[in-house]
Structures are given as structure tokens and as C-alpha cells.
């Protein structure tokens, strides 16, 4: 098990900017790929990010890319998603993941944390 527990959420205005984090428990953190996904009400989760074990690879879906930047601090635990330039449609509850290797699908990873809503007002 990987507990992750996302935070950074909030309402921010178009344009502006907001960090997510995602606090991992456990010693194992550094094994794992991480993945940041979004998901609207009635609507599927998709993928906005992920980055490697190691922090060397990384992987952005095109709608984020340019604006989103995700990266992770391994002695703490934790992966951040620093988002820049936001968007209306950018409003969803965000999801952090944990899986084996760095991939872009939901079934590709085994841990979730609960969610952080997004709310940008235009």
C-alpha cells in the first residue's frame, strides 16, 4: 500500500497559477512512477502528467503541456504538479497515482489518493 494524500487546491483566476502535492507514506515512494490525472463530473479521468522512479523522465498530455511541470522530491516524499497559465477547462478534482512504470493510462497504476478540487473562474 501507498498512501497518497494530494493538497494545493483551490480557486484561482484564468491565469494564474497553482502547486498540487502528493504525500506518499511509506518507504517505497521512490520506486514508484507517479501520474497526475484530472476528472470532471460525469466525465472520465484523464491523464495530465507523470514522471519517472527517478525524476529523469517525464510525460505531459498535450492540452497541459507548456503550462504544467511535474517533478518530485524523493528524500520527502512527495510529487508536486506546479500549474501555470490556467485555464477554465483546467477545473477538475485532481488525482496523484502511484504505478509501476511511468505510463499515461488509469489502469497503469495501482494507488490513489482521494482528490483536490481545481476551481479556476474566468
Known amino acids: 500500500q501507498v498512501p497518497l494524500v494530494e493538497s494545493g487546491g483551490g480557486l484561482v483566476q484564468a491565469g494564474g497559477s497553482l502547486r498540487l502535492s502528493c504525500a506518499a507514506s511509506?518507504?517505497?515512494?521512490?520506486?514508484?512512477?507517479m501520474g497526475w490525472f484530472r476528472q470532471a463530473p460525469g466525465k472520465e479521468r484523464e491523464f495530465v502528467a507523470a514522471?519517472?522512479?527517478?525524476?529523469?523522465?517525464?510525460y505531459y498530455a498535450d492540452s497541459v503541456k507548456g503550462r504544467f511541470t511535474i517533478s518530485r522530491d524523493n528524500a520527502q516524499n512527495t510529487v508536486y504538479l506546479q500549474m501555470n497559465s490556467l485555464k477554465p477547462e483546467d477545473a477538475d478534482v485532481y488525482y496523484c497515482a502511484a504505478g509501476g512504470i511511468i505510463n499515461a493510462k488509469n489502469d497503469g497504476y495501482h494507488y490513489w489518493g482521494q482528490g483536490t478540487q481545481v476551481t479556476v473562474s474566468s
Open positions: 511509506g518507504r517505497t515512494f521512490s520506486s514508484y512512477a
Open positions: 514522471i519517472s522512479w527517478s525524476g529523469s523522465n517525464t
